[in-house]
């Protein structure tokens, strides 16, 4: 049995969060009313930042923090360019200093949790890609008020294949296990992440990094499948069901950077 099945994986929304009106740029929230908060955070990035939002929805609501989901798909929170058609491009990059005036128009913000597929940005000729993404991260983190007191970079997940979930179907119907028999590996899946090299470059408590990729992945393979529950909604989005069973991990990661309420 898996829990969702790949097809109704696909259909199913994210991890609600309620709506704010007349923000920009655009937010919703989750966790604890802001009145009866004891803080406030903000989840900032990508969709992929949108799919931890199961995830960090169980900190919320253990920690009683007011939370601000702050994404646009394809937009990672750098100050690096990222490749896209325009005007794409240029939406992304407006967005991304809307989001810094945002944070800083609220300092009630003390921690901001990030997270982003690895993406491409521009670069000039003969330049290293990697060392400009890196550095583009870190100027997007040090550009942030001092109001912020911490800033998590979340690991991206591993990739399924564009197969994987004709796989785990196939072993469904043979009786096989489908996280063993559709397992991927590691070398394969798990694909270096620019943002946590620059979270390992970051001197201080600042920032910290957290990785869950030992809930999805052993030291040899990665599994589309763990204790019955489809891991990703498609190649590379967490599914809403088991971002929501990392939630307790989620919770004692945070804890470990910047302590309990």
Known sequence: MVVPSPAEAAILPNSPCDPVPETTPYTCSFGSPAADASDTVALVGDSHATSWRAALRTVASREHWHAISITRSSCPFTRATPVLPEPARSQCVDWNNQVTGFIAAHPEISTVFVAQHRGHVVVPTGADPRAAQIRGYLAAWRGLPVTVQHVIVIRD??????????????????????????????????????????????????????DMTHYMCSSALCYPVVGGVLVHKDINHLGETFGATLGPYMLRAVNRLVGSA
């Open 157 to 210: 997940t591993p990739y399924d294949r564009s197969h994987t979930a004709a796989c785990v179907e196939r072993a469904l119907q043979r009786r096989l296990e489908p996280g063993v028999v559709c397992a991927i590996p590691r070398a394969k899946a798990l694909k270096p992440d620019p943002a946590a090299a620059a979270a390992g470059r970051m001197r201080g408590s600042r920032v910290g990094l957290i």
